[in-house]
């Protein structure tokens, strides 16, 4: 149609939704792009005369996922944790979630909010990230993995645990028990 579109607005819609018109002469047609997603979505421009032009197609870029907080922040360094990202863009549909590089199994997804299942692994401050369906990466969320307690000797509990260290520490102390003797 290139210079036939007339000088009277006509109408213009993308993926079958209006496209507002801001300005409209015979040979180039403006209009603000309605809410949507999706590639190769069709354009169809016709004139005030009922003319449809030849249908064009449109991608429309989506935004970033971001990460704009995670829940817990801090973890075992066992893993198996539910792992909460809270933010935006992510998407309807799943996409990958990555904690120091290791895959975070993904439970439940949506444009707001993701869970995961923590891997194991070790260090602080290492890097989540998540990647949407259409492979756009976010921004990187810290998380810090936090060393296991050592393990509690069977039968002594908090004090006892603190009385044997407390006896081993002392001076002469060869063994611990009933039958302690000092040098």
């Known amino acids: 149609m290139g210079g036939e579109l007339g000088a009277t607005a006509g109408s213009v819609t993308v993926d079958g939704n209006p496209c507002a018109i801001s ?3 015979d040979t180039s047609v403006s209009c603000s792009t309605p809410g949507g997603s999706g590639s190769d979505v069709p354009v169809i421009l016709t004139t005030a005369g009922g003319q449809a032009a030849n249908t064009v197609f449109f991608t429309y870029e989506q935004p970033a996922p971001a990460i704009a907080s995670l829940s817990p922040t801090t973890g075992p360094e066992a893993g198996g944790t539910v ?32 869970t995961c299942t923590l891997p194991a692994g070790t260090g602080a401050d290492v890097p989540v990230l998540a990647v949407n369906e ?3 990466s976010s921004n990187t969320a810290l998380f810090s993995y936090v060393a296991a307690p050592p393990p509690a000797v069977p039968g002594l509990g908090a004090v006892g645990m603190l009385l044997l260290i407390a006896m081993l520490g002392a001076a002469g102390v060869r063994s611990v028990g009933s039958s302690a003797r000092s040098a």
């Open 83 to 114: 792992l909460t990202l809270a933010g935006s863009d992510f998407g309807a549909t799943a996409g990958i979630v990555t904690v120091d590089g290791a895959a975070c199994p993904v439970l439940t997804w949506n444009d707001g909010e993701i």
């Open 134 to 136: 259409a492979g756009a």
């Open 23 to 25: 300005s409209w002469t």
